[in-house]
């Protein structure tokens, strides 16, 4: 962060609607190495993809020892006319994940290889779907079935691993994430190693998923283009999956992140989805989003949201920015599901703080925006103090 340290020169730069002209983001260049290109492995998830990954001579970037790299696509090799065996730059991107930059052509020996393109599915041997740059199996999410399962459950069932998984697949006892919910105790006996307490258990926690919000169930569905965070706004602005199936792709493009291309998209996925999304309804699986408040029609003589939901949801009608590490009651809790309770409890999770901003939740080295925070004359409060306001929502 570089930023003007006298208040006069911040008051003479002025703030913009979102940020200060007196302070700016800065991030040095990221750390590159060069080393071999020794072999591209291809694999399918859990929607059927095909992706690509670089297999490469462990080399050093910025402190950690990068083994493997995301290639994306067959097009993302082509473009950047990459050959095994060639030396190739390599980086962090975000100083996180490992990307290869391209090849070093002036480095070729003349004994580089092409690389070998699927002409099938390297895992079932059916035919590919090519008519995107992210290639597909034609079966779809059968193809990545055991994936799309185990990242379905992965937050909200504990003790259902991918060897429970695979065994309920290989018996015939679910399809998809959806048969979970109507799996009998007996059932669950019948598996390997599957004793009367665990049986118990998982019983208990496939129960409890019935009840998670909407956003957890909509991420669960695995839809193309959509995450955790997409997943929570999707939930957050229609607020029932009924209103999520119902909607088109231009309303769809109100969804803050979603834009014109993405949104086709996302309806056709849920379209196609149509069977799965009515064995969860049948199953009594919740499709609800918790604090979800309608919008009142601008002519309406109704209630406002705040008479509404103000004696209930604490956070009503308030833009809430979490920074730093959580402590206390919330240390345990991912920024996504700190997202989850603000939004719970009636306010907008933001990630940016502005003249706008209601509240700020700091945690241990919060930094800059804390900093920002207090310039702004914004209410800021402690991961404990916010626990204790929202104690009757942490479940």
Request: proline fraction near 5%; charged fraction near 25%; glycine fraction near 8%.
């Amino acid at each position: 962060m570089i930023k003007a340290d006298s208040p006069a020169d911040q008051t003479k730069a002025g703030t913009g609607s979102r940020t200060p002209h007196w302070a700016t983001a800065f991030k040095f260049p990221a750390a590159q190495k060069i080393t071999v290109l020794r072999a591209v492995e291809w694999s399918v998830g859990r929607t059927g993809v095909i992706a690509p990954r670089a297999v490469l001579e462990p080399v050093d970037v910025a402190g950690t020892t990068i083994t493997y790299a995301t290639l994306h696509n067959p097009a993302d090799i082509a473009r950047r006319g990459l050959m095994l065996g060639d030396h190739v730059i390599v980086y962090r991107a975000g100083e996180v994940i490992p990307r290869v930059e391209g090849a070093v052509a002036a480095l070729r020996t003349g004994n580089e290889q092409p690389i070998d393109i699927p002409e099938i599915c390297p895992r079932c041997d059916s035919d590919i779907d090519r008519s995107q740059e992210r290639w597909r199996c034609e079966r779809g999410r059968a193809c990545g079935r055991t994936e799309a399962i185990r990242y379905a459950v992965a937050r909200d069932i504990e003790g259902l691993g991918e060897k429970i998984i695979v065994q309920l697949i290989d018996k015939g006892l679910i399809e998809d994430f959806a048969d979970l919910f109507t799996l009998t105790r007996d059932q669950l006996l019948t598996l390997d190693r599957m004793g009367d307490k665990s049986a118990d258990n998982l019983m208990a926690a496939i129960e409890a998923a019935k009840t998670k919000p909407l956003n957890r169930v909509f991420c669960a569905l695995g839809v193309l283009g959509t995450g955790r965070s997409m997943s929570l706004r999707i939930a957050t602005h229609l607020g029932s999956m009924q209103a999520i199936r119902d909607v088109d792709a231009v309303a769809l493009e109100q969804v803050d992140g979603i834009g014109g291309e993405k949104a086709p998209v996302v309806v056709a996925e849920l379209a196609d989805l149509a069977p799965l999304i009515d064995k969860l309804v049948t199953a009594g699986v919740n499709m609800d989003q918790p604090g979800f408040v309608p919008p009142v029609p601008a002519d309406a003589e109704a209630e406002t949201t705040s008479e509404r939901t103000g004696s209930e949801l604490p956070l009503a009608g308030m833009t809430v920015v979490v920074t730093g590490t959580m402590t206390g009651p919330l240390s345990d809790r991912s920024r996504t599901e700190m997202t989850e309770l603000i939004t719970r409890a009636g306010g907008r999770a933001s990630s940016s703080i502005s003249a706008r901003t209601h509240l700020v939740v700091a945690g241990e080295k919060a930094g800059s925006k804390l900093d920002k925070a207090r310039t702004l004359g914004i209410e800021t409060i402690t991961p404990e103090e916010f626990a204790e306001r929202l104690a009757g929502h942490l479940a």
